[in-house]
């Protein structure tokens, strides 16, 4: 499937980013979201659209970060972190804000990103909504995303094992819908997740390559 057009949005709003590693990993991450979505859509049996517009959504469900390059990339030290985890919460709407005027992108494509940090559990943001008034489409993407965060490294932790992660995950799964989560789990010990796999490593790849060039300095 092709997202060029998706890229290429995010390759616009990312030039506002203090440093290429930020884009490249804000691609990295909504590469791995988006495969895996699509993986546990069809697990789910769902329809070719369906698969089509969660592959979309997973690319760009942070988009309304780019939005927040500042505050969250930047490296303000006059921002406490409270205050910039407020800033955080505002991506999903803002998110709305940047597709609509695209004006190439369905409403469920919306949906699924404005809600994709809502908690099956009703603990979620920014509208803590609960059980199946969450949009299925944003139910696959909150766990395809928390597992993509957990196994890619952070400014202040390291990348967990995939194994360590689901079992994070497992500790928190009154979060997920358990019919999409049991999907989730066969994707990732199942074949198919070889590829997925393989763009977790080559961001990790990378990462040390980066490491390693500031080393040598």
Known sequence: MNLERERQLI?????????????????????????????VAQELGMSEE?????????????IGKLELSDVIYGN???????ERSKY????????????????VYSEEV?????????????????????????????????????????????????????????EMMIDDVREYDMKVFLAFLKVVYSEEFGEVRKLIERALQQDAEDAAKETAK
């Not at 506002?16 to 590469?31: I, M, N, T, V």
């Not at 809502?118 to 909150?142: K, M, S, V, W």
Request: glycine share 8%; aromatic share 10%.
């Open 11 to 39: 390759g616009r709003m990312g030039q506002r980013l203090p440093e290429a590693r930020d884009l490249r990993d804000f691609y990295a991450h909504g590469e791995v979201v988006s495969r895996l979505a699509v993986l």
């Open 50 to 62: 369906f698969c089509r517009e969660i592959e979309i959504a997973g690319m760009l469900h942070d």
């Open 76 to 82: 303000s030290r006059d921002i406490l972190a409270v």
């Open 88 to 103: 955080v919460r505002m991506h999903p709407a803002l998110g709305i804000d940047v597709l609509r005027k695209e004006g």
């Open 110 to 166: 919306i949906s699924f990103i404005a809600n994709h940090h809502e908690n099956f559990d009703g603990t979620g943001y920014p509208y803590h909504l609960e059980g199946e008034d969450i949009p299925y489409g944003a139910r696959i993407l909150r766990v395809c995303d928390v597992f993509a965060a957990l196994v890619s490294n952070r400014r202040y932790r390291a990348a967990f094992s995939v194994d360590t992660a689901i």
